[in-house]
């Protein structure tokens, strides 16, 4: 038997997987991206927490809306809340974009203005956390700082044969310390984005590309057939079901048809957004009508809406009435959503495409 070839690596190690990398990505990596483009922090930034959880292909529409309405740090803080929780309408995870608002505020009154330069500084923002203040800092001004989401995780987790759940103490420590030992001392914002995008693009959690990756010759899930395996599984919870009755109180006429929205507390589920009333039954839902809006002339039941939550399953039984209260006007909590000249408000997803059939007059 002959000796393996000197020149072909038989094994990873932290300095060869970023020379790979940063070659494969200097021929394929993204480099079009809308904030790759004048990559400030504040743009970078925005970019990051909306691509928390959130593929790339949906989020460029959204930052370039975002941003041309919110163009600037201070233009971002001075908004009413309502409008950025608009824009953010079906991007889903809206905490998100309560806690961009509040982090913008809060750069504000203590940086004055300027985006902060410290690690430290930037952790401290609301909705930021370790991995998204490393990759603003890398990507808006090639500062080494590793960075660890959930496509990184898959790419060590495999490339290096890291074993266990990635959501312990444990495993996670030791994805950290490799991710800090593979990041290179030079083009940091770079490699930063290489490694991501190799996750994001060849190194797939299903059906991943290891005919193409440029690391599959050290890859310990590739060359073991372990790509299934690794990473590690979380151990999850058993996923919850809830129900709502969504009372879908209209009133107007044909041509001026509106329905009353109540704000979501926040936090809590659609925290900040606007949506239809919510009660545990029919029954607590028509008391309420009366209560507060008059007998209503009729009601009516409409299909269950159901959505998906990360961790459990909502259905919301809608319940249509007609109420022959005048309109009032739109207080702090409450408003009459003209369904004719709608008002730029949050809404939820679900809630959008339902008060879009409304509209449309799809539902009688």
Known sequence: MSAPDAATPTAADPAGFAERLLRWFDRHGRTQLPWQRDPTPYRVWVSEVMLQQTQVATVIPYFETFMARFATLQALAAAPQDEVLHLWTGLGYYARARNLQAAARQILERHGGEFPAALDDVLSLPGIGRSTAAAILALSKGERHA?????????????????????????????????????????????????????????????????????????????????????????????????????????????????????????????????????????????WCRRELGEPAQALRLEPIEHAFTHFDLTLKPLKVRCARARAVREADRLWYELGAPPKVGLPQPIRRLIGLLAASAIA
Not at 157 to 166: K, L, Q, Y
Not at 242 to 268: C, F, K, N, V
């Open 147 to 287: 960075i660890l989401d959930g496509n990184v995780k898959r790419v060590l987790a495999r490339v290096f044969g890291i074993e266990g759940d990635p959501g312990s103490a444990e495993v996670l420590g030791r994805l950290w310390r490799q991710a800090e030992a593979c990041t290179p001392p030079q083009r940091a914002a770079a490699y930063t984005q290489a490694i991501m995008d190799l996750g994001a693009t060849l190194c797939s959690r299903a059906r991943p590309a290891c005919a193409r990756c440029p690391m599959t010759a050290l890859c310990v899930a590739a060359r073991a057939g372990r790509q299934a395996e690794l990473p590690g599984r979380k151990k999850r919870a058993r996923r919850g079901r809830r129900e709502a009755t969504l009372l879908i109180a209209e009133s107007g006429t044909a041509g001026s048809r509106a329905i009353l929205l109540e704000r979501r507390p926040s936090p809590g589920l659609w925290g900040g957004l606007w949506a239809p009333p919510q009660f545990a039954s029919a029954e607590e839902a028509l008391a």
